[in-house]
Structures are given as structure tokens and as C-alpha cells.
């Protein structure tokens, strides 16, 4: 049993020491993508988003 488990641990270890972590490139691209499509919609529909926003505040306050 304690030589199975050894075994098994060992085996667990060299994985988690030898496999790569992830493809950290890929994950900063998407960030960025993700930031630049969230920029280009803001500036799209900001003042859109802020009239609605504005005009339902104004209806929340004269209630």
C-alpha cells in the first residue's frame, strides 16, 4: 500500500513540476481583445447608455 501511494505521489509531482502552466500569451491577447471590444462599445453606445440612464433616474426621483 505505502509503496503504491509513494508511487502515486511521486508520479502526481513530476506532473504538476513538469506540465506547462498554460499558454500565457493566448490569455493576454484575449484580455486585450476583450478590453479593446469593451472600449469600441463604449464609445458607441456611451452617451446612448447614459441618456437612458439619466432619464430613468429622473423618473426614479420625480415618484
Known sequence: MWLYLSTF?????????TEERGDVPG????????AGL?????????P???RVFEA???RV???
Open 9 to 17: 505521489l511521486e508520479s502526481l509531482r513530476r506532473r504538476v513540476v
Open 27 to 34: 490569455w493576454v491577447m484575449v484580455t486585450l481583445m476583450t
Open 61 to 63: 426621483m420625480n415618484i
Open 38 to 46: 469593451v472600449f469600441a462599445i463604449w464609445l458607441i453606445a456611451g
Open 56 to 58: 430613468a433616474i429622473t
Open 48 to 50: 446612448a447608455l447614459t
